[in-house]
């Protein structure tokens, strides 16, 4: 019967308004406040990388498809920055602020719906892959390793690919009895990804069978297609196939993690 | 009072969380410019109550209108007109003082410059202007529930809700929130309190609703409930037989209830009684006080522990 303003107890579609910015803009000032933090890993970590691995071990190791191995790894630093950066603000991020600060209940109480707090931490996390990945490409841009012009689609490719980490990362904070929960997927789901989706060596290096299982399975594997794509010109993968990829579970998870968080604080 | 004052209506209102029922079947009303109190000990439902009016969870059965409107599909309207004191500290700590009242007045779509305006009225009214650029982690308990007041009114809200509002705070700070309920309801503003303690109680509320395992088992004005329950004044006697048999025999029509070491006595004549306990019981520690909304709420929901 809850018709008008919020959509029904069970599983729907949800009901958003402009008020979902309200809810982003509240993550984004404090984000504000502690931009200095912030920043630092997002700029240290590609330059690690970048010269341990890039120039180091890639000194050892013969060019994979016409590309050196410090420009095969650029666009995985600069991928694997958007998987971090939102599926962490919203695991660890939305779940201090639902759970330890009360921030969700403190919402709820004035016209803005439990939906629309989810779906503005969504668009946060979104927001957060797109700045520390554009903070990685600064990076690889300074090395000298883009490309092709391309590379300016990178922002758009980390808002889409964060929003469906960042609602992949909802589910499981919809289900995580306490904040150690997320050792879980953060070893079982995001340590695979970054070693096997096509990062750091080619995707068909592997069996034909974690092939398979990367590309149906894996979502880094395809951002990071799409992203060496717009910043080298290789695509190794179909870029629309790969991008449909991304939109189609960016939506399914983004609509099961609002019934989830919804189910979790509408009691 | 008459239909247009009627600003709550709860017919038949049930919350259910599994098999455990919160509400059970209340019915109530509270009109425009009251302040009233839901007692009950831990438990009791009042808590759960308050949280359906402001539409932060759905009804299990029942229906609950807010200024006409159904909590269950016009959340929106209703919670703007509302303005809620959660008994939990939910301020926001990654925001200083002030900020915490502007970024919770931009969920109500005011506008920046009103919202300034109303954040810093709020805080004088509440003598926090001086911490306005305080982190909330350095606030005392004292500061941080006068905060969650002044955000509770950052939207001029018509109902205030506010869940054990002075729970845990020191005297001086407790008297500073009654001072400020009280000149809020002065201005018109519709107040439901939930608390525990009595006195508050007496202090503040035109009426009580007094809840006991998710039912309003007692409700109407306290001094009127203390008459009626209680009577005017209370004797009190330290518990011993002799005592008992005393009452039993001589004081049929006396009402007592025996809590540990002390009996309470509850008498339409108790200074008669008064009399003759100091006489025959002078060693028994015997004293009459006025009787007062504890001693209802205590007739009325026993001593057991709760929880």
Redesign the interface.
């Known amino acids: 019967?809850?018709?008008?303003?919020?959509s029904p107890?069970g599983f729907s579609f949800p009901k958003l308004t402009y008020?979902v910015w309200?809810v982003w803009?509240?993550n984004f000032?404090?984000f504000l406040?502690t931009i200095r933090v912030n920043f630092l890993p997002s700029l240290l970590e590609p330059i690690l990388y970048l010269v341990a691995l890039g120039l180091g071990l890639g000194g050892f190791i013969p060019p994979i498809d016409g590309m050196s191995y410090i420009q095969f790894i650029a666009p995985s630093l600069v991928s694997i920055s958007m998987m971090y950066g939102s599926f962490f603000e919203c695991t660890y991020g939305s779940f201090v602020r639902m759970y330890f600060?009360?921030?969700f209940?403190?919402?709820?109480?004035?016209?803005?719906?439990v939906e629309e707090v989810i779906a503005g931490e969504l668009l946060w996390g979104a927001t957060r892959a797109t700045i520390n990945s554009s903070t990685a490409l600064v990076v690889v841009a300074a090395f000298g390793l883009v490309s092709t012009p391309f590379f300016i689609f990178v922002p758009l490719l980390a808002f889409l690919g964060g929003l469906m980490f960042a609602s992949i990362a909802m589910c499981f904070t919809a289900i995580a009895p306490n904040i150690d929960f997320f050792n879980y997927p953060s070893f079982l789901f995001l340590t695979p990804m970054f070693l096997l989706s096509g990062t750091f060596f080619p995707l068909s290096a592997l069996p034909p069978a974690v092939q398979t299982f990367a590309l149906l399975f894996l979502p880094l594997t395809h951002l990071v297609s799409v992203a060496r794509g717009l910043i080298i010109g290789v695509f190794t993968t179909s870029l629309y196939l790969s991008v449909a990829w991304i939109a189609v579970v960016t939506f399914v998870f983004f609509i099961i993690s609002l019934n989830l968080m919804k189910k979790r604080l509408?009691? | 009072m008459n239909s247009s004052h009627l600003l709550i209506k709860a017919r038949n209102l049930t919350k259910k969380f599994g098999n455990l029922t919160a509400v059970d079947h209340v019915d109530f009303e509270v009109f425009k410019n009251e302040c009233v109190g839901f007692l009950g000990p831990n438990g009791a439902g009042k808590t759960t109550t308050v949280r359906m009016v402001y539409c932060f969870l759905p009804l299990t059965e029942g229906e609950l209108s807010v200024a006409n409107m159904n909590v269950s599909n016009q959340q929106r309207n209703i919670k703007k007109m509302i303005g809620v004191a959660p008994q939990e500290d939910n301020l926001d700590p990654d925001f200083t003082v002030l900020k915490n009242l502007l970024v919770y007045a931009r969920y109500f779509d005011i506008s920046k410059a009103e919202a300034s305006a109303r954040a810093k009225q709020l805080l004088s009214f509440f003598q926090l202007e001086e911490k306005q650029d305080v982190l909330i982690t350095h606030l005392s308990t004292g500061m941080k529930r006068r905060l969650i007041l002044a955000r509770a009114l950052i939207n001029e809200p018509q109902l205030l809700l506010l869940d054990e509002p002075t729970a845990g705070l020191d005297p001086q700070n407790r008297h500073i929130v009654w001072d400020k309920i009280r000149s809020l309801k002065k201005r018109g503003v519709t107040i439901i309190l939930t608390t525990h303690y009595m006195e508050e109680a007496t202090a503040l509320c035109d009426r009580t609703f007094i809840m006991d395992r998710g039912r309003i088992i007692e409700n109407g004005p306290p001094a009127e409930l203390i008459r009626k329950h209680v009577g005017e004044d209370v004797l009190e006697v330290n518990n011993n037989e002799k005592v008992i048999k005393l009452l039993t025999k001589e004081f049929s029509d006396a009402d007592f209830e025996v809590f540990g070491e002390r009996i309470h006595v509850f008498t339409k004549k108790p200074h008669g009684v008064f009399e003759l306990f100091l006489k025959k019981f002078p060693r028994n520690n015997v004293s009459i006080r006025n009787a007062n909304l504890e001693d209802v709420f205590l007739k009325l929901t026993g001593r057991r522990l709760r929880d």
């Open positions: 019967m809850r018709t008008t303003d919020d107890v008020r309200k803009r509240r000032d404090v406040k600060q009360k921030t209940d403190a919402i709820i109480a004035t016209p803005v719906s509408i009691k």
